[in-house]
């Protein structure tokens, strides 16, 4: 087993089987990579709005690799153990026209600077965001010829947004290619299951991969074996918003909505703050899929992440 | 505050305003509410799957109420806090032809009896399944006059299938009509989000319910504050699906259908065990929904409920 390290730059923003591998490992080595946050550094902690809306966001997600992986043949699983992570103390959020799940509701570009205490960020005060960093995109090239962009995941991996995928976790991609080449980057320090803003906590991360090989084994697209190590993420000890529908993304988005309405309410956040706070802690589930024709999304917010409340004083 | 007791029969199968009260409390008070299985007692112990086949599904799902709360209006909001569930130590589930998440896949009727023993049931073992009971259906009588199935959940509650109402959680709902006309029934011993095959461990149920009146609060649907006492539920030290496509619906029935085949393979389940598992133990969740054009959903099994397996044995 050999160690390796791999610095960021150059990063690059497609997936592209044609791509130059930066470093060539064998199967079971560990490699530390440096990634950038998902802007490639365009982003830093003293950043503005103006500088953050004047950014090339044709440099998205700004990713670290190729890693070629010797052996690796399409038919193979490519195990990927996520040792460590370590971010750099701050983290960055953002709304942006046109983008989001709520894009309909939240029009005005809003810019966010997030300080990162070790396991936790106070930044969104009295809101108590645990932190698990992890890497939002983790993908090997795709099987096609061509230069695709990184926002859509797929069966290579690529930008799953998965919060699972923190240190101590595992993943599982199929190979598609010789030698798999294997690109990450987009590091979240938190995110919400949903992400709804379109932004975890953005953040430059380091972490630490193992790389291991199963020949020729079926698997027909990712699957993670997921730490106890993640966030405190259970629907135990919760605010839950319950909604149905007849769609799901509209119930989700509706039950999303709701729950901003909450904490604006209830716990005075700004609108905006509160859409922030659900892309990095809300978990958005499909409680029920079979009561037609309505569907049933809850979203939960851990009571650990919000100061006590009674949500309706008794008179 | 007064103690009440209230048994199942005769049950109702529709929300209707206009049904009569069969109790009538106060605000505070505390209701033992006897609850049939979704079935209304057609289904029992030692049922056949002919039997089975057999019932009145119109009868479904057999609820027990209504009760009238003293006071209560429209505009009011009506707390209803699960104080205590109590199963009878066997429940069932079903597949049934043209009904489920993956109807498409399964078209055989399946009828299966579980063995409750306490906090758990190994009825599929080597599955060791975690029961947390809750009732699939509380809700209040909806606004609009005439007799509506109860199949449909809505803003007024019902068939929510909200796995986190157990023991120790807490239910908010908007009252529509005056003395909000409380319905429940639809017991769960244990259930997945999701519900994919179309039942959770279905059982009868005895609870212990506390009603609380909170008058002229705003609330469009309803709300839970969920218990730290649900069934370890949290996706860490799990195994995790994960799937990305265009529409939610359709990535989260392929997840589904990755998890059955992974069941199958990996652990020796029938592939009707494997769908009834995950109906009452897998979990469905939004990872992304702003990653355009994909969604991504992750489909995740505690450990805890399988034994110890290598997914893919090093060669």
Not at 74 to 91: F, K, M, N
Request: proline share 7%; aromatic share 8%; with cysteine.
């Amino acid at each position: 087993m050999s160690e390796h390290t791999l610095a960021a730059e150059p990063t690059h923003s497609v997936w592209d089987r044609s791509l130059a591998p930066r470093l060539r490992i064998a199967p079971g080595d560990e490699v530390q990579i440096e990634c950038t946050d998902s802007s490639g550094g365009q982003v830093g902690p003293r950043s503005t709005i103006q500088e953050f809306l004047a950014i090339d966001r044709t440099r998205i997600h700004a990713l670290t690799g190729p890693i070629w992986i010797e052996g690796a043949e399409p038919g193979d699983v490519l195990e990927v153990d996520a040792l460590a992570t370590r971010h750099c103390g701050w983290g960055w959020s953002s709304v942006l026209q046109g983008l989001g799940f709520l894009k309909d509701r939240f029009h005005i570009p809003h810019f966010f600077l997030w300080d990162l205490e070790g396991d936790v960020t106070r930044s969104l005060f009295p809101a108590v965001v645990p932190l698990r960093p992890f890497l939002g995109v983790m993908g090997v090239a795709r099987a096609e010829n061509g230069a695709f962009r990184t926002r859509p995941p797929g069966p290579f991996g690529g930008n799953l947004d998965v919060r699972e995928l923190c240190a101590g976790s595992r993943l599982y991609l199929p190979v598609l290619n010789a030698g798999a080449l294997f690109s990450c980057g987009d590091g979240h320090a938190a995110q919400g299951d949903g992400e709804v803003c379109i932004n975890g906590i953005e953040c430059p991360l380091d972490v630490t991969l193992r790389f291991r090989l199963h020949k020729q084994q079926p698997l027909e697209g990712p699957i993670v074996e997921a730490s106890e190590k993640i966030a405190p993420d259970s629907t135990a000890d919760a605010w839950v918003v319950v909604e149905s529908g007849t769609d799901v993304a509209e119930t989700a988005r509706a039950a999303t909505g709701r729950m901003i309405d909450l904490l604006v309410s209830r716990w005075g956040f700004d609108d905006v703050q509160a859409y922030i706070l659900c892309s990095v802690a809300l978990k958005l589930r499909l409680s029920q899929v079979v009561n037609e024709p309505m569907f049933t999304v809850s979203a939960a917010l851990s009571k650990q992440v919000l100061p006590p409340r009674t949500l309706f004083p008794l008179q």
